[in-house]
């Protein structure tokens, strides 16, 4: 049931001139079992009316292991940011001691616009990133599915040309997508479906429990997580708000995503909300501050899209490749390998 893959947003692109080679590596699980149906979930905080059906896919896909952690969004930044034209970077990410705002993954920039570079300390780089918006989070993906680099940030899984604000309800997931912001039913079926068949039911909780997690950073017996309890029992890692990814290793959800529940909330594509002037999109999976309830697959959530939080990240899912395209992606690989070869 668990299918674990290192998914590099792009194995290699061959040309003539050698190998360019992705400079970040998302870990992916495969959710499989098409078909599924789903479950009556709770309708979420920010006016929706009711609540929905949540967890039915009609396909099969990757979705990340982890978290998107401040490691791989500095990359992400070292590569579009120089100028920081979408606001991608927030300065509250610099200050993990509870800043204006919160507390933040200790991304630091430094430079003049137009030179900015950014890096962060090696014990915050696998803890989530936060501070990101919505916006950030479909740029992220953008650039995931066009080859990281200097690939473009505003076409892809999403068309943005520039866009920033608090509607965007036009907004959706493109045909032909590579990478992309879960979309809920994604999410939630990664962290509550039992998986083996498509009539499996679900969990409570994201950890292959009906019981509420401890917090237990050993971590044992597994059902485990980064959240808050009374009175106020957090932080749990000395002196971090998050957790690294992953920390809870016994913990995973039945196809092997760690930290559904807790450490911060995901983005996912579903608009919660709209009225004449904003859409509000879905938050799932509670965070280090937020209560058990957020981490139950009634908990749904809300935000708005242009906003930041230091309790709030994400995830993407990618495409299963197609056999024949795992076909001619190694025979192109082992025909460069010959020609190197024959250059020697």
């Known amino acids: 049931m668990k299918k674990v893959f290192a998914v590099t947003a792009v194995i290699a692109l061959l040309c003539l001139g050698g190998i360019a080679q992705a400079s970040i590596t998302i870990d992916t699980v495969t959710v499989g079992d098409p078909g599924n149906p789903g479950e009556l979930s709770g309708a979420g905080a920010g006016g929706s009316s009711a609540d929905r059906i949540c967890g ?20 992400f930044l070292n590569a579009v940011a120089a100028t920081d034209t979408y606001a991608l970077y927030n300065t509250n990410m610099g200050n993990p001691n509870a800043g204006d705002y919160g507390y933040g993954c200790n991304i630091q920039r430094s430079g003049s616009s137009g030179n900015y570079s950014y890096s962060v300390a090696s014990d915050w780089a696998n803890r989530p990133v936060n501070f990101v918006s919505f916006w950030d989070s479909c740029r992220f993906a953008n650039w995931l599915g066009n080859g990281q680099g200097t690939g473009s940030t505003e076409t892809g899984a999403y068309t943005l040309d520039g866009y920033n604000g608090d509607d965007g309800r036009t907004i959706q997931r493109n045909a032909n997508w590579k990478w992309a912001v879960t979309s809920e039913d994604e999410w939630y079926k990664a962290a509550y479906y039992k998986g083996g068949g498509t009539n499996a039911g679900y969990w409570l909780y994201p950890t ?44 995973d959800s039945p196809y092997g995503t760690f930290d559904q529940g807790g450490n911060v909330f995901e983005w996912n594509e579903a608009i919660v909300y709209q009225d004449a002037t904003q859409a509000i999109r879905g938050l799932r999976g509670g965070s280090f501050y937020g209560s ?46 010959g020609m190197i070869r024959r250059r020697r």
Request: proline letters at 5%; a negative charge; glycine letters at 12%.
């Open 208 to 251: 292959s429990s009906d019981t509420a997690p401890g917090q237990d950073m050993a971590d044992a017996s597994g059902n485990n997580a980064n959240y808050w309890t009374a009175p106020c029992a957090w932080p749990i890692d000395s002196g971090k708000y998050t957790t690294v990814a992953g920390e809870f290793q016994n913990s």
């Open 292 to 337: 058990d309830h957020y981490l139950q697959a009634s908990g749904r959530s809300s935000g708005i899209p242009a906003y930041e939080y230091d309790s709030v990240g994400f995830r993407v899912s990618g495409v299963v490749p197609e056999p024949s395209s795992l076909i001619a992606l190694g025979s192109g690989i082992l025909a460069l390998a």
């Open 56 to 75: 039915s896919v009609g396909y099969s896909y990757n979705i990340g292991k982890y978290e998107v952690t401040a490691g791989q969004y500095t990359a």
